[in-house]
């Protein structure tokens, strides 16, 4: 009986505490990409960054962040967006809703470490475009699909994209996707593998890690 109330308000604990998340990205397998010879290349800005959210599953505890585009540029022919390449430096994740110093760069490390994206053996990301579908009359948004790059790890997402192309250059702009970690590998404390006093004990870090994207390139 006692083990039986214990699930039950377990249960109402979850339906409860549970934390919304944005859309996840479609995730497949790896891609060929075809290169486009005749469309022209656009560097992207420098500065820019990638913003980031994890979150705990059952519990409202969430932290924010960004991650630094090391470099990148934009394949653009016939006034469309047909390719690029977009790399993240993962050495530069920053925590910005800790303002303890001390706890900020715990975090940090430890989102560095082997733990999650094993940054000292893999120290960038890297996203490469594959396709870009035209909005339809259902969305005001493109489709996009390329090879994600994470933790020596290559797998294809694909997630709607807001993407102009004009004669200053491209602005990129993905409204808020998660992506399932486990996917590339950064499985710290996995749910489906954790015993129930692991996840009791640690809240159950969520598999999903929310990016939201703006990046743009000027010619």
Avoid at 24 to 45: I, P, S, Y
Avoid at 65 to 80: C, H, I, L, P
Wanted: some cysteine; hydrophobic content about 40%; overall charge negative.
């Amino acid at each position: 009986m006692k083990k039986l109330a214990l699930m039950a308000a377990l249960g109402l604990f979850v339906a409860s505490c549970n934390s919304e998340k944005a859309a996840e990205a479609t995730t497949g397998e790896a891609q060929e990409v075809t290169a486009n010879g005749a469309a022209e290349t656009v560097a992207l800005d420098s500065g820019s960054t990638v913003a980031w959210r994890g979150f705990k599953t059952y519990v409202q505890s969430e932290h924010l962040g960004t991650v630094n585009v090391q470099e990148g540029a934009f394949e653009v022919a016939d006034g469309k967006l047909v390719g690029g390449t977009i790399t993240i430096d993962m050495n530069s994740i920053t925590c910005t809703d800790l303002e303890d110093e001390g706890k900020r760069g715990y975090l940090e490390g430890h989102l560095k470490s082997q733990d999650f994206f094993f940054v000292d053996s893999f120290p960038t990301a890297v996203f490469e475009i594959v396709e870009v579908l035209d909005p339809s009359e259902a969305t005001k948004y493109s489709t996009v699909t390329g090879n994600l790059t994470l933790r020596g790890t290559t797998n294809s997402i694909t997630f709607p994209a807001d993407v102009v192309v004009g004669e200053e250059g491209v602005k990129f702009m993905a409204p808020t996707f998660s992506i399932d970690r486990t996917l590339w590998g950064a499985k710290f404390h996995d749910r489906d593998d954790a015993t129930i006093a692991e996840s009791l004990k640690d809240d159950l870090i969520d598999h999903s890690i929310e990016l939201t994207i703006k990046v743009k390139a000027i010619k």
